[in-house]
């Protein structure tokens, strides 16, 4: 069971963190999906310690980022659009961000030979500084876990 904080914040009850994964887990979960079937259609229920967010994720479809635009990787990627909706945890502070729905969108791309597609970059909406993009910068072969 993941740790609470409330923060001021309503607190999460158990059954409501029930069949939740952390924000990690939810990005490992979308490179699974486009690694096995080629799209990003699903949901996904989160629990970051202190908020409950619902994640509905869909394909855009194929797109081309030119180096710069995604840090350097440049070439074809998958775009998945995704929403998140926060359903728990609120805080009480007069925020009206919280009750809205928040747009995201990831890029994947294969970027190691044999690996599976992976988020060459993210951009998604915070409270603190409105959009957020992340880029990844170097990517290489390594050990994994086998399953």
């Given amino acids: 069971t993941p740790s609470i904080e409330t923060d001021g914040r309503d607190p999460v009850s ?4 029930d069949d939740t994964v952390d924000t990690l887990s939810a990005i490992v979960f979308l490179i ?3 690694a096995s079937t080629g799209t990003c259609e699903g949901d996904e229920r989160v629990f970051d310690g202190r908020r409950l967010t619902e994640i509905d994720v869909h394909t855009v479809g194929q797109t081309m980022l030119a180096r ?5 990787y440049q070439g074809e990627t998958l775009r998945c659009d995704f929403i998140g909706r926060e359903v728990g ?13 928040h747009n995201g969108a ?4 294969k970027v190691v030979p044999d690996g599976p597609p992976i988020p ?7 409270r603190w500084v409105n959009n957020i993009t992340i ?3 170097e990517a290489g072969p390594g050990l994994l876990p086998q399953p």
């Fill in 14 to 17: 158990e059954p409501e963190r």
């Fill in 32 to 34: 699974h999906e486009v």
């Fill in 68 to 72: 710069g635009e995604s840090g350097p």
């Fill in 89 to 101: 945890g609120f805080k009480h502070d007069g925020s009206t961000w919280q009750h809205q729905p």
């Fill in 106 to 109: 990831a890029w994947l791309a």
């Fill in 120 to 126: 060459v970059r993210l951009n998604f909406s915070t």
């Fill in 135 to 137: 880029v990844l910068n």
